[in-house]
T-cell receptor, first 116, second 113 residues
Framework: DSGVTQTPKHLITATGQRVTLRCSPR?????VYWYQQSLDQGLQFLIQ???????AKGNILERFSAQQFPDLHSELNLSSLELGDSALYFC???????????????FGSGTQLSVL | SQQGEEDPQALSIQEGENATMNCSYK?????LQWYRQNSGRGLVHLIL?????REKHSGRLRVTLDTSKKSSSLLITASRAADTASYFC?????????????FGSGTQLTVLP
């Protein structure tokens, strides 16, 4: 168990809909990352938040948005969903300090999104 | 786009044999990490090697890094059936509190009992 909690585990929805994925990082971790994993694109970095502020942005579509709340949990909002958005969405967190603690990521078990 | 590309894409070996996976990347890095993913599960961090290191060991894992060739290799010795998983290299090109780990396409390792 990585200590990172993602809900829901599975989500089935229709095209055009909007969904929210939730992530609770490991206790004490300030950074939260969102990744999308699909067969054709592999593991793609979407966005990183650090203590409530956006710190790095990757290949995140304009239809997608994220935020990190004061209690450090994060939500990824996906809107106007398309068939191609079907993927496994991972949240990860990283800690503070030295010795590689900041650099390595702890992943949640993911949310499998199916857009029909 | 993928920063790291693993080679081979798939590898099948017998239990007890060694498994070697390679990773090539394109830009300068602060560190390179290897992760493991069991089918449909989250990734698990295995080992991190910094740009000024050439080799690192952790249990049955040995990682090498050649920054001049922009490549790394992961060796798993005395493999077990439980090592069956996908293995990904990830490069970290940024410092500070901004992290953007870029993952490769992965090597699917199958260890036959």
């Amino acid at each position: 168990d990585s200590g990172v909690t993602q809900t829901p585990k599975h989500l089935i929805t229709a095209t055009g809909q909007r969904v929210t994925l939730r992530c609770s990082p490991r206790s004490g971790d300030l950074s939260v990352y969102w990744y999308q994993q699909s067969l054709d694109q592999g593991l793609q970095f979407l966005i990183q938040y650090y203590n409530g502020e956006e710190r790095a942005k990757g290949n995140i579509l304009e239809r997608f948005s994220a935020q990190q709340f004061p209690d450090l949990h994060s939500e990824l909002n996906l809107s106007s969903l398309e068939l191609g958005d079907s993927a496994l969405y991972f949240c990860a967190s990283s800690g503070t300090g030295t010795g590689g603690v900041r650099e390595k990521l702890f992943f949640g078990s993911g949310t499998q999104l199916s857009v029909l | 786009s993928q920063q790291g590309e693993e080679d081979p894409q798939a590898l099948s070996i017998q239990e007890g044999e060694n498994a070697t996976m390679n990773c090539s990347y394109k830009t300068s890095i602060n560190n390179l990490q290897w992760y493991r993913q069991n089918s449909g599960r989250g990734l698990v961090h295995l080992i991190l090697i910094r740009s000024n290191e050439r080799e690192k060991h952790s249990g049955r894992l040995r990682v090498t890094l050649d920054t001049s060739k922009k490549s790394s290799s992961l060796l798993i010795t005395a493999s077990r059936a439980a090592d069956t998983a996908s293995y990904f290299c990830a490069t970290d090109a940024r410092g500070g509190s901004a992290r953007q780990l870029t993952f490769g396409s992965g090597t699917q390792l199958t260890v036959l009992p």
